[in-house]
């Protein structure tokens, strides 16, 4: 029977989550900020403590670390993964944790800002939550359990493994990643020192979720060249490339085919950043679907719009520059099957209904499935993520950290 202390996970998990590791997505650096590597530095400490005597990290802010062997069976070598920072899209500085035993099920109102209030009736899975511990922040910033759960169940099965050498397993790799939340995650991740031949990041979820399929992503970049006078003398000659990018925006549907308006299986193409001067202006979209054609038609529609409505302004232009983000890992994990049904296993194992759902995003899993490391998602329970409400179940962080103890045993048993 495994036990996972959730005290010590709890305690763990708040400590991580008052470090200011948020990511900025024009930095341009690796890491794009360096107190990401406050964490980093923290974690590679614990984990040689725990017996772990080969942890480190990199100039890049990754943390390599590896469990060893104790059987005389020829294992696969598994990785579990975990990204440090946090989501540029709500504060993550002086973050206060809040342990709330017991939870009751009643409304719980953040004390830093009590318009922030926690309520089961926007979270209906708070109701999973009634006379267990749950973790918030104050109401100022996110809390981090995207993805500081990740990391503290992983840091937690691993001072279970080093503490029990009578659970079997094979090698075991540890990952941290910098810069996931910016879609930088894998940039500059040294596959060779990894050395792992399947992956698996906790970065989901609801107890007992399974991520098998993602988002296949797109970056599009659209430069708008107006022809620029001076604002006195401008009549039938100014054309203001401010404007022209405003009525792109104005243009694209509101129905379909945008974040707000979309669900499930369908996909988007979202504008995420606006800036320029009357004589030159830029607008950066996200494309997003699960089918990779349907991916590419996204582009070419939105090149269509972009173009259409230039062509109204005499001497303006437009160029629009694509790049590949990640692509769907499905792919990838259907010719490694073992993989997926081994986390469904576990996941059994520890007691918990096995959900296996696609998810509208991505983790570092994507890029890692297509880098040669077939690399699903598990849960860790972390819900309201990117938000002032966002919050934990302690039960849900230690069944995590569970479920990566019973996939060591079961990949070495079926090897």
Request: contains cysteine.
């Amino acid at each position: 029977m495994i036990q996972i202390n959730k005290n010590d996970i709890a305690n763990r998990f708040m400590r991580y989550v008052q470090i200011d590791t948020q990511s900025d997505p024009q930095s341009g650096n690796h890491p794009s900020t360096e107190k990401q590597k406050d964490l980093s530095k923290i974690l590679v400490d614990e984990l040689k403590q725990m017996g772990i005597t080969n942890a480190e990290m990199d100039e890049y802010g990754y943390v390599y670390a590896t469990i060893p062997s104790n059987t005389e069976k020829h294992v696969p070598v598994i990785c579990f993964c975990s990204h440090v920072d946090t989501a540029p899209d709500c504060s993550g500085t002086n973050v206060k944790p809040i342990l709330h035993k017991n939870y009751d099920g009643e409304d719980i109102v953040l004390p830093d800002d009590k318009s922030q209030v926690l309520s089961a009736i926007v979270y209906p899975y708070l109701k999973t939550q009634i006379n267990g511990d749950i973790i918030t922040a104050s109401g100022n910033t996110l809390l981090g359990a995207d993805d500081k759960s990740g990391v503290a169940a992983i840091m937690q099965a691993a001072e279970y493994l080093m503490a029990h050498p009578e659970i079997k397993r094979g090698k075991i790799k540890i990952l941290f990643t910098p810069d996931e939340e910016i879609g930088e995650g894998t940039a500059r991740i040294d596959m060779e020192k990894l050395g792992a031949q399947f992956g698996y990041t906790l970065d989901g979820g609801e107890a007992g979720s399974l991520e098998d399929e993602t988002f296949s992503a797109d970056g599009a970049t659209m430069i708008i060249n107006g022809v620029i006078s001076h604002p006195g003398y401008a009549k039938n000659k100014l054309v203001n490339a401010l404007k022209v990018g405003a009525e792109i925006l104005h243009t694209l549907p509101t129905n379909e085919w945008a974040p707000e308006a979309t669900e499930k299986k369908e996909g988007f193409v979202h504008p995420v950043r606006f800036e320029g001067i009357a004589e030159r202006a830029t607008i950066e979209f996200i494309l997003r679907d699960f089918d990779d054609e349907k991916l590419k038609n996204y582009g070419e529609r939105l090149k269509k719009i972009a173009e259409e409505v230039v062509n109204h302004y005499k001497g303006a232009s437009v160029d629009v520059f694509f790049h590949e983000q990640y692509r769907n890992m499905k792919k990838i994990l259907d010719k490694n099957p073992e993989v997926v049904q081994y986390a469904a296993e576990a996941i059994t194992r520890a007691g918990l209904e096995v959900t296996t759902e696609s998810i509208r995003g991505g983790t570092d899993g994507s890029r890692l499935s297509y880098m040669g490391l077939p690399c699903p998602n598990l849960f860790t329970g972390m819900q309201g993520i990117h938000s002032k409400l966002e919050w934990i179940g302690v039960n849900d962080m230690a069944k995590a950290a569970e479920t990566i103890v019973h996939l060591c045993m079961i990949w070495e048993e079926k090897s």
